[in-house]
């Protein structure tokens, strides 16, 4: 669908990235992830978004996909560098770009006040602004109100309240398990704590946070949990990695080589795309998973995310 919306847009036609954005209704999960994939497209090309909201000034949508696609921008002028090697002219319109877009947030909430994607979607502007506790929370507190279990902002709460960004391995990691352990199993939740372990081995440089009876556990119930939603959901590909990689360290080797053939080659994802050299390490970990893990061995340094 998003390829003919693409290529539609490269016509001159706005309208199938429109319908694709409306066609996910109030399915929340469904309508963050589409919103995100067409701010991708707005940032690298944004000629038919500039045209939609010409042909329609009052749409929440067209609001909504400016607004997201500043945070794209953003993001991408700063770099996925270390802050020490982003230069001054980098960070204030790494800075500007992020404050035209909370503004730009507030206005597309204004006429969707049920819908919880105007807010969800400006966490990440929590990363870059380095907001307090009590500004994160004030947001917080309108998506759960909204829906408790949306799944892209409580990822996007769990980097937040990380040791790298503005918490603590154990802020981070109780949060991953309250919200999984309250969550039904079709959220997906129970995958925070896959997130937290993944945090906690690249921060501490230990392949053993794989290896603890939590992190088994963990990976039992998000094996358990997917078998409750449909295959194509676009939440089970990130997950699917996640296990591919803890499961070869567990040595779990039918296992993890059913989740390799499941994700096929796609590696935008965690683990690897927090690594200097993505496909090199998914590479790697694919070889190992039909004998398993070397337990001796170490994965290539991890880049700062």
């Given amino acids: 669908m998003i390829a003919e919306a693409t290529a539609a847009t490269r016509a001159g036609d706005r309208k199938p990235f429109a319908a694709f954005l409306a066609g996910a209704g109030s399915g929340w999960n469904l309508r963050g992830h589409r919103l995100w994939v067409l701010a991708e497209q707005a940032a690298e090309e944004d000629g038919w978004l500039r045209a939609w909201q010409a042909a329609d000034p009052d749409s929440p949508d067209a609001a909504l996909v400016h607004a997201t696609s500043l945070i794209e921008v953003a993001w991408t002028v700063r770099s996925g560098k270390r802050a020490a090697q982003v230069g001054r002219e980098q960070f204030e319109i790494f800075h500007r770009l ?150 070869t360290r567990n040595r779990r080797r039918a296992e993890a080589v059913e989740q390799f053939r499941l994700i096929d080659r796609w590696i935008d994802s965690p683990p690897w795309s927090y690594r200097a050299r993505p496909a090199e390490l998914f590479t790697e970990i694919r070889a190992r998973a039909p004998t398993g893990w070397d337990k001796a061995g170490r994965p290539p340094a991890p880049t700062t995310r």
């Fill in 98 to 247: 992020l404050g035209e877009a909370v503004d730009a947030f507030a206005r597309a909430a204004e006429p969707a006040p049920a819908d919880p994607t105007p807010w969800a979607a400006q966490l990440p502007i929590a990363l870059g602004l380095g907001w307090s506790h009590e500004e994160f929370d004030r947001v917080w507190q309108e998506i759960v109100a909204r829906d408790p279990y949306h799944y892209g902002a409580h990822h996007s709460a769990l980097q937040y309240w990380c040791r790298k960004w503005h918490g603590s391995h154990e802020r981070m990691t109780a949060i991953a398990e309250r919200a999984a352990a309250a969550a039904p199993p079709q959220s997906l939740l129970s995958g925070l704590r896959l997130d937290a372990v993944h945090e906690l081995e690249i921060t501490e440089d230990s392949y053993r946070a794989w290896t603890t009876p939590e992190a088994q556990r963990a990976l039992d119930q998000v094996l358990a949990d997917l078998r409750t939603v449909e295959p194509d959901d676009p939440r089970v590909p990130g997950l699917r990695h996640l296990l591919a990689y803890g499961l």
